[in-house]
């Protein structure tokens, strides 16, 4: 079975193809972020390479947030274009947990943590000793003091990785969580081959959804409706 | 005889999700448009991540509905165009992204459209002896140019705005007056029940540019002549005062455009854009056009709101013209007439 992953949650731009077992072709980009320019011509590149005939892929397997708003756009767009035109399902796959399916098999618990801006960020934590992540804590925007929080009650052994943890490191927390760890560089971002991989997964559960349906899960609401909601609010109460 | 040529139009600029299936350029074979307006009417205005938003939400829907209106699939179409500027980049990229991965995933060429060329090319949708060269108003909520085309494709830009698009005035009288968004139909509406020389407002001009427009100081002038109102304790006619501003902008619009066709020499002028919709512009064009001997043309309504069969129709053109954009095209919000 083959599956196209495709990433651009937040500053990485990542695709891969993966064939059950084996991850045919990766290609993972951390610079500058214009995913609108790399994503596509990154895509075209590892296709060329595996002389992969695009009619042969069973789905498209897609991070689906949370993360940068135009970045989902950007990966979610691109996802949706490629299944209507090869009429294939599309795969949503949680950002955070592909991200913490990068440490599939340890017994420490796995912290993604993505910079959300204003001193927040959209983290999880996962369990991955088994086939596939389970949430110890969902998805969620947060500040860091309640993610810190969160993690003393748990009392484990603890992995970060995202770009979130410099968040964490210029604030100084964290090295009053019990036995933390960051990871290294190559397990440390967002990667297409983990959410293919998760993807395959997902796909033999039958957790497909179609290419019409699939849009990006932001955790977040727009300014303007956080600002519309403020001021109904205080209208009621006034 | 040449190969029939199908484009399939996809168009996100603003609020309007939309795209279509155009013939060789002219003849509209489906043309669907899933407009936002309702849910930015909560916010007065555009909500760009709303907008956003929504297109993700919609755009499948819209490209297979267009597809099947048209009878086809994909393997029938010609050529991908998208609009990729200027306008909202969040919501452009929307279009982009999709039309990219669609075009490269059934293997057709794609045409990045201009969407201020697209309002022009809206005109060849119906009205089939219609040939550059020609003037064209362009005249929507975030653009008034006034530019020739000389050819499919050339533009010179004559004149522009230097500061507020006549649509955005329109906008900013309707909720000043209490009409509410969006402001082009409102006031077009009230407009209709009042007397156009009931007040007299300023016509805007620059000085030494005679084809540029300014609609800041006509919006400030509705804006003083409420609040002195409002001080006097006077009831405002607003039927009269739409009435009174409506013609202080249609009257700048037109008289340039007449203005620019006597000096170039042109004989026919077109509309486009948004306000193309407006009656009282429609009718004031027409009146002058004829009294000048120009020959007048405009698009029905449907295809002056922002829709993809004008894209298609442009990006028709810059196909035959060899133009084709790679799989790395992004979205410029500021794009400009005639640039690439």
């Known amino acids: 079975m083959k599956i196209i992953g495709i990433e651009s949650a937040s500053m990485t731009a990542s695709v891969a193809i993966v064939d059950d077992e084996v991850i045919l072709a990766e290609y993972t980009i951390n610079h500058k972020k214009t995913h609108s320019q790399t994503l596509l011509p990154m895509l075209d590149e590892i296709v060329r390479m595996t002389e992969l005939d695009l009619e042969d892929v069973d789905a498209i397997a897609i991070s689906g947030g949370p993360g940068s708003f135009t970045g989902l756009r950007i990966g979610s767009a691109t996802a949706k274009g490629l299944g209507l035109a090869l009429d294939k399902p599309l795969i949503h796959i949680p950002t955070l947990e592909a991200m913490a399916y990068n440490f599939c098999g340890t017994e420490k618990l796995v912290c993604p943590m993505l910079d959300a801006r204003r001193g927040q960020v959209f983290t999880a934590v996962y369990r991955v000793d088994g086939e596939l992540p389970v949430a110890v804590m969902e998805p969620a925007v947060l500040d860091l003091e309640e993610l810190l929080a969160e993690l003393q009650k748990l009392g484990e052994k603890v992995i970060f990785l995202g770009d979130g943890v410099k968040v964490l490191k210029e604030k100084g927390l964290g090295s009053h969580v019990l036995s933390c760890q960051v990871a290294p560089p190559h397990l440390s971002r967002e990667r297409a081959a983990a959410v293919a991989a998760l993807g395959l997964l997902y796909m033999k559960a039958g957790d497909t959804v179609t290419a019409a349906e699939e849009k990006p899960e932001y955790l977040r609401v727009s300014q303007a409706e956080r600002v519309r909601a403020e001021k109904l609010k205080a209208e009621a109460q006034g | ?340």
């Open chain 2, 1 to 340: 005889m040449e190969k029939d040529v199908y484009i399939l139009g996809i168009e996100s600029s603003c609020d309007e999700t939309a795209a279509a299936v155009v013939k060789n350029g002219r003849e509209v074979l489906s043309n669907v448009i899933s407009s936002q307006i309702a849910m930015h009417t909560l916010y007065g205005g555009v909500v760009p991540e709303l907008a956003s938003r929504k297109h993700i939400e919609n755009i499948n829907p819209v490209i297979t509905q267009a597809l099947s209106d048209a009878g086809m699939t994909l393997q029938d179409i010609t050529a991908v165009a998208v609009t990729y500027g200027p306008g909202l980049v969040g919501a452009l990229l929307v279009g982009v992204a999709e039309a990219k991965a669609l075009a490269y995933a059934a293997h057709l060429p794609l045409v990045g459209v201009n969407h201020m060329e697209g309002h022009v090319c809206a005109n060849f949708l119906e009205n089939t002896e219609l040939e550059p060269p020609f003037l064209c108003l362009v005249v929507s909520g975030g653009h008034t140019h006034l530019v020739r085309m000389k050819d499919y494709g050339e533009f010179e830009i004559l004149g522009c705005t230097h500061d507020d698009a006549a649509g955005e005035a329109f906008d900013k009288v309707a909720r000043a007056v209490g009409l509410g968004y969006p402001g082009g139909p409102k006031i077009d509406a009230e407009a209709r029940k009042g007397n156009p020389q009931a007040i007299s407002f300023p016509r805007g001009h620059i000085e030494g540019s005679r084809y540029d427009f300014s609609f800041s100081g006509l919006k400030s002038a509705v804006l003083n002549y409420l609040n002195q109102a409002e001080m006097k304790g006077e009831t405002v006619n607003r039927p009269d005062l739409a009435a009174s501003f409506q013609a202080a902008v249609v009257d700048s619009l037109v008289s340039r455009a007449i203005m620019a066709a006597e000096e170039f020499g042109e004989d026919k002028i077109v509309i486009a854009g948004g306000v193309a919709s407006n009656s009282c512009f429609r009718e004031t064009m027409e009146r002058e056009c004829r009294a000048h001997g120009i020959k007048f043309y405009r698009p029905r309504p449907i295809f002056c709101t922002d829709n993809a069969a004008m894209i298609a129709s442009a990006g028709y053109y810059d196909y035959r013209k060899g133009i084709r954009s790679g799989w790395d095209l992004n979205a410029i919000p500021n794009l400009k007439f005639g640039e690439r």
